[in-house]
């Protein structure tokens, strides 16, 4: 079973809507969680962290339920610039752990 | 966020030869730096952790005679892949650890890619 899992997408959104990735992972002593953000060609850049009380920054909302064991993100009125690949991260001990990532594509 | 750069951004080489990529976190200090490579529409691998002073860790699969890594200060690692081939074109990427500080996670270089003729 791998350490993290995402839904690999993709997913296909219109402009404006509301879309939600979630993110499982096995460890249950993870202890640090993050969404990353990959364009096409770049490097991967850190989106947010997530907190156990969830937090939001702009129209990006993560959530964390540890019972579940899965992380969220939810991205609110998609812009077209929203296109990337999302990638769920999760640190347990010293180690990080990737998700190979959810494409989001916003349609015009 | 923490700055990290590589270099080069992108290099193309003769099949044979070795190639050196410089990976540095430019405003913190990164005791841990990782090694991943990606090719294209596939996701991150991580190759090897690098730890500053000591022997980098290699992830199962990848040769460390053929991925010869440095890590000699808190600020420098470097990658340096050896007698390079047509296979090992891709796009490498490090990675450096950021304290608690600045939220212990990893901030990435702009990547390096690599042709091999």
């Known amino acids: 079973r791998k350490e993290v899992e995402q839904d690999p997408g993709p997913f296909n959104v219109p402009e404006g809507a509301t879309v939600a990735f979630n993110c499982t992972y096995s460890?249950?002593?993870?202890?640090?969680f993050f969404w990353y953000r990959q364009d096409c060609r770049k490097e991967p850049k850190l989106l947010m962290s997530?907190?156990?009380s969830g937090n939001e920054d702009g129209r990006f909302t993560a959530q964390l339920n540890r019972a579940s064991q899965y992380i969220s993100l939810l991205i609110r009125d998609s812009k077209l610039s929203d296109s990337a690949t999302y990638l769920c991260?999760?640190?347990?001990?010293?180690?990080?752990?990737f998700g190979t990532g959810t494409s989001l594509t916003v349609i015009p | 966020g923490a700055v990290v750069s590589q270099h080069p951004s992108r290099v193309i080489c003769k099949s044979g030869t070795s190639v050196k990529i410089e990976c540095r976190s430019l405003d913190f200090q990164a005791t841990t730096m990782f090694w991943y490579r990606q090719f294209p529409k596939q996701s991150l691998m991580l190759m090897a952790t690098?730890?500053?002073?000591?022997?980098?860790?290699?992830e199962q699969g990848v040769e460390k005679d053929k991925f010869l890594i440095n890590h000699a200060s808190l600020t420098l690692s470097t990658l340096t892949v050896t007698s390079a081939h047509p296979e090992d074109s891709s796009f490498y990427i490090c990675?450096?650890?950021?304290?608690?500080?600045?939220?212990?996670?990893?901030?990435f270089g702009p990547g390096t890619r690599l042709t091999v003729l």
């Open positions: 997530v907190y156990s």
């Open positions: 990675s450096a650890r950021a304290g608690q500080g600045t939220g212990d996670t990893q901030y």
């Open positions: 991260v999760v640190k347990a001990g010293n180690q990080f752990y």
């Open positions: 460890n249950s002593a993870s202890q640090s």
């Open positions: 690098s730890n500053e002073g000591s022997k980098a860790t290699y």
